[in-house]
Nanobody, 118 residues
């Protein structure tokens, strides 16, 4: 079993910055993908960014150039630096970890609210 604990959400004005952190603990494989998803009211959950244990990164088009994902493999922690925030970035942000051994294991954090005021 894997537990994901997120921190760093909050309220910020448009143009501001926030940094999210997600620490994973438990039975973590050396090869995995950690990432951030978000879900705004009335919308589907969507990928924001993810990063493999080898360092390959994927961003949603809407956050490219503004958000930066990084990870510390020794600490099993993933970060999301969010700059130039916009009101449309307002959502609950969820940490995700995916790993595979015979079958796929998918884990989610409890979510952290990010609110960007205009």
């Amino acid at each position: 079993q894997v537990q994901l604990v997120e921190s760093g959400g909050g309220l910020v004005q448009a143009g501001g910055s926030l940094r999210l952190s997600c620490a994973a603990s438990g039975s973590i494989f050396s090869v995995n993908v950690m990432g951030w998803y978000r879900q705004a009211p009335g919308k589907q959950r969507e990928l924001v960014a993810d990063i493999t244990s080898g360092g390959n990164i994927e961003y949603a088009e809407s956050v490219k150039g503004r958000f930066t994902i990084s990870r510390d493999n020794a600490k099993n922690t993933v970060y999301l630096q969010m700059n130039s925030l916009k009101p449309e970035d307002t959502a609950v942000y969820y940490c995700n970890l995916v790993q595979s051994r015979i079958r796929r294991y998918d884990y989610w954090g409890q979510g952290t609210q990010v609110t960007v005021s205009s």
